[in-house]
């Protein structure tokens, strides 16, 4: 369990997060929806203990961070780690050692190879490999989807779906709807650091046709295409 009580972020007087009330069960995955700047990615951090924040962040197992795989948009590598070195490290920070790590190498990675080196999508899939070979009780993934190969996307579908039946707690953001939709239980939506609303599965068809009509409106007609 994680729940989040009265969540508030401020850079200076700029209020990015606002009294933010969430709760997170054992076998479910939960989605963060919301345009660019709402706040996604900072929540993130927060429960991360990347950041700070008022408010109360509670969970079964404590402290939250040793027990929680994160996974950023932008997943940073040391400039002269290899791929290899790079899973090890993570495990080793958790005490997981003796790993054959070539033999999990689920999406064929180049391993031997600078990470630094590698395509965005490949950064991505080689900072979700480490993240699972760490045996971690909670996972937020934000944007997993983003920038990665149509079958590797299929994989992390799936990895998802399996980490449910193995009674994880999964938060995942995504602008690719369907990927929510295949893979949640629940989804918030976030506005300009602020909670809209939560969905439970039979609504989300629901609320995507609201997204839509919230997002493009009249926009497509103002372009008078020819």
Do not use: W
């Amino acid at each position: 369990m994680i729940k989040i009580k009265g969540l508030s972020k401020s850079y200076n007087n700029n209020e990015v997060l606002k009294e933010i009330n969430m709760e997170f069960s054992r076998g479910k995955a939960y989605g963060i929806v919301g345009e660019n700047g709402a706040g996604k990615t900072t929540l993130f951090k927060c429960i991360a203990g990347l950041e700070s924040c008022t408010g109360e962040i509670l969970s079964e197992l404590q402290p939250l961070k040793n027990h929680l795989g994160l996974l950023l948009t932008d997943p940073f590598f040391f400039t002269k780690i290899t791929g290899k070195e790079y899973i090890r490290l993570l495990c080793n920070a958790r005490g997981k050692k003796n790993i054959n790590i070539d033999q999990k190498n689920i999406f064929d990675l180049p391993l031997n190879q600078y990470a630094s080196t590698y395509s965005t999508g490949m950064k991505k899939k080689l900072a979700i490999t480490a993240i699972l070979l760490q045996e971690n009780e909670y996972f937020i993934l934000d944007e997993p989807f983003n920038g990665v190969d149509i079958q590797s996307n299929m994989i992390l579908t799936e990895i998802i779906l399996k980490l449910k039946e193995l009674d994880k707690i999964i938060i995942v953001s995504s602008h690719i709807f369907s990927t929510l939709s295949d893979t949640c239980d629940e989804i918030h939506l976030l506005r300009n650091g602020e909670q809209i609303k939560s969905v439970q599965k039979v609504d989300f068809k629901t609320l995507e046709q609201e997204m839509k009509e919230i997002t493009i409106g009249n926009r497509i007609e103002k372009l008078e295409l020819k």
